[in-house]
Nanobody
């Protein structure tokens, strides 16, 4: 069984940067079976939405259009960590950010919520104007 724990959220001003971390823990064999790690976010009163995803083995990634060019997803397999570097933050980036794991091998990186099998508890990011 794998557990995901996010950290790094906080209160920042517009234009600032923030790096979120997601730690995967559990049985080594289970962690190795992760295919894709994703970041999602949910703002108050809105549905949870895709932010970014990265292949756990190959390192390929994709992004939502709203964050492309500002956010970077990365992973450190040796540490079982996934990161989301967020630059040029905007007030509309305010949300609870969740990391998630997809254990299915797919032709493309999953962007849909039902594709992800495991979720962290979330970390709050607040961007003031």
């Amino acid at each position: 069984q794998v557990h995901l724990v996010e950290s790094g959220g906080g209160l920042v001003q517009a234009g600032d940067s923030l790096r979120l971390s997601c730690a995967a823990s559990g049985r080594t064999a289970s962690i190795y079976s992760i295919a894709t790690m994703g970041w999602f976010r949910q703002a108050p009163g809105k549905e949870r939405e895709f932010v970014a995803a990265i292949s756990w083995s190959a390192g390929s990634s994709n992004y939502a259009d709203s964050v492309k060019g500002r956010f970077t997803i990365s992973r450190d397999n040796a540490k079982n960590m996934v990161y989301l570097q967020m630059n040029s933050l905007k007030p509309e980036d305010t949300a609870v950010y969740y990391c998630a794991a997809d254990f299915s091998r797919r032709m493309t990186l999953a962007t849909m919520i039902p594709s992800y099998d495991l979720w962290g508890q979330g970390t709050q990011v607040t961007v003031s104007s």
